[in-house]
C-alpha cells in the first residue's frame, strides 16, 4: 500500500499541511521539537485508530483550537481509500473515524485500510521492559491483518476486566457472585483460544524472519537472534478446554489475590541472543538491532499473511547505529514506502529513489519542505573521539 497524501489540520503543532510522499524513502530532518515524530503519529492515527505514544488523544490537538484532522488517502491494490480522523481537544470519546466520508462506529471496521509498522526510541522497551509491550507488539501485529483476531482480543479483555471487578469485589466483601465466576470464564475460553492460536502462527513467522533480518543488519553471522512465544496454553491439544481447566484450577488463588493469574493476558515471547536471554545479556547496541529487527520482521509478516505491504515508520532509528549498520539499514527500507525521521540530513547515505524533507518550527508552526530528491547524500564521518 502506498500513502498518496497526508492533509494535518490544527494536529499537534501543524496548523495546515499538506504532502504527497514519495513511494519510495521519504526523509525528515530537522531540529529537535520541529514536528518530525508528529507527522509520524499522524499517519499511526489513520492506520490504528490512535497514537503510538501514551500521551495520545488528550494532546494531539493543537493548542487553542476546538478540533484538529488528520488525512490520509492510501492506495491499496488499484483501490483509493481516504481515511480521516477528527480529534476533540481532552474528550476521548469525541474521536470521529471516517472512511470514505463514511462514519465508522467500531475501530475494526478501519483495521486493514492502512497498514503501518512504527519504529520509535520507546521499542527498546521490547527488549529490556515487561512482557506487555511484547504482547502489544503482537497484538497490534496481528490485528491489522486479522479482524478476527481484534474482535477476541476486545472480548476477552471485556471479560477479563469482569472477572477481575468481581474477584476484586470478593477478596473485600466475601462470598456473593463467586458462582458468576465460571460463567465469565466460559466467555473467554473461545476468545482465549482464537488469540493463543493468532500469536502461534505469527511467532512461528516472526522467530525466523526476526533472526534473518538481525543477521542483515549486524552483518554477523556468530549473533543468533531467537524469537519464541510462552504462553501456558500453546501447548494445549484443546486450548479452550485447557484455558477453562486453568481458570478452574487457579480460582481460589485468584480470589485471594484479586487478579486473574493466568491466561493470554500473561503470555510473553522470549527474546534471545546466543540461547541468552537479551534482556539480562543484551549490550545496548544488540538490543537496539534486535528492537528494529523485530519491527522489520514484522513489515515482512504483514506482507507475508496480509498480502499487502504495509508502511514503514522509523523514528530516531539513527541515533545509535554505526555507519555499516545504517547502510545495511537502507538496503532493507529500500523496498518499502517509508518514513524516516533524523535530526540532520547527513545521518543517512540513501541510494535509488528518496525524497528529503526539512522540517522546521521557526514560530511554534510546524513547517515541511522538500530540499532534494534523487541524489545520494554522503554519510557523514563519525567524529574523533575527544579524550581531554
Ligand atoms: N497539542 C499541541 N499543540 C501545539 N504544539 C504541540 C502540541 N503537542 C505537541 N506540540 C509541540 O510539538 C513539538 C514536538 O514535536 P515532535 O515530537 O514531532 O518533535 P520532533 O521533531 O520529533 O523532535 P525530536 O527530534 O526531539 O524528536 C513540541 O515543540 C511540542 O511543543
Ligand atoms: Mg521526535
Keep these: 500500500m502506498i500513502i498518496q497524501d497526508i492533509t494535518l489540520r490544527n494536529f499537534r503543532n501543524y496548523r495546515e499541511m499538506t504532502l504527497l510522499p514519495h513511494e519510495g524513502v521519504n526523509l525528515f530532518f530537522g531540529a529537535n521539537g520541529s514536528g518530525k515524530t508528529n507527522l509520524l503519529e499522524a499517519i499511526h492515527y489513520c492506520a490504528l485508530g490512535k497514537s503510538h505514544r501514551i500521551t495520545g488523544d488528550q494532546s494531539a490537538v493543537r493548542m487553542g483550537e476546538q478540533f484538529g484532522v488528520c488525512e490520509i488517502t492510501v492506495m491499496t491494490g488499484g483501490v483509493r481509500r481516504k481515511i480521516t480522523i477528527r480529534l476533540v481537544p481532552n474528550d476521548l470519546n469525541k474521536k470521529t473515524i471516517l472512511i470514505d466520508g463514511k462514519r465508522i462506529q467500531r475501530f475494526s471496521d478501519m483495521m486493514g485500510c492502512l497498514q503501518c509498522v512504527i519504529f520509535s526510541p520507546e521499542d527498546l ?58 460463567d465469565f470464564e466460559q466467555a473467554m475460553a473461545g476468545p482465549a483460544a482464537a488469540i493463543v ?73 522470549n527474546l534471545s541472543l546466543n540461547k541468552k536471554n537479551m534482556k539480562v545479556f543484551a549490550s545496548q547496541g544488540q538490543i537496539r538491532t534486535a528492537a528494529l529487527s523485530l519491527k522489520l520482521a514484522q513489515m515482512k509478516v504483514l506482507r507475508q499473511v496480509g498480502g499487502e505491504t504495509p508502511v514503514l515508520l522509523l523514528d530516531d532509528v539513527m541515533s545509535e547505529l554505526d555507519k555499516n549498520r545504517r547502510r545495511r539499514l537502507v538496503s532493507e527500507i529500500s523496498d518499502y514506502q517509508t518514513f524516516i525521521t533524523c535530526t540532520d540530513e547527513s545521518d543517512l547515505e540513501l541510494d535509488g529513489d528518496y525524497r528529503v524533507y526539512r522540517v522546521s518550527a521557526e514560530d511554534g508552526t510546524a513547517d515541511i519542505e522538500e530540499t532534494n530528491a534523487g541524489e545520494s547524500i554522503p554519510l557523514a564521518e563519525p567524529a574523533e573521539p575527544d579524550f581531554s
Design 197 to 269: 492460536a493468532g500469536r502461534s502462527k505469527i511467532v512461528e513467522l516472526l522467530s525466523d524472519l526476526g533472526a534473518e533480518t538481525y543477521r542483515n543488519i549486524s552483518g554477523l553471522d556468530r549473533e543468533e537472534f531467537r524469537v519464541s512465544y510462552h504462553s501456558s496454553l500453546r501447548e494445549a491439544e484443546n486450548p479452550e478446554e485447557a484455558f477453562l481447566a486453568q481458570m478452574a484450577e487457579s480460582r481460589e488463588d485468584d480470589i485471594r489475590t484479586g487478579v486473574t493469574s493466568v491466561g493470554p493476558h500473561r503470555d510473553d515471547l
Design 125 to 182: 522497551g521490547l527488549i529490556k521492559e515487561g512482557p506487555s509491550l511484547r504482547r502489544r507488539y503482537l497484538d497490534m501485529m496481528i490485528s491489522q491483518v486479522n479482524r478476527g483476531y481484534f474482535i477476541a482480543l476486545q472480548q476477552y479483555r471485556s471479560g477479563l476486566e469482569q472477572r477481575n471487578a468481581l474477584l476484586r469485589n470478593l477478596r473485600v466483601n466475601g462470598g456473593t457472585g463467586k458462582n458468576l465466576l465460571p
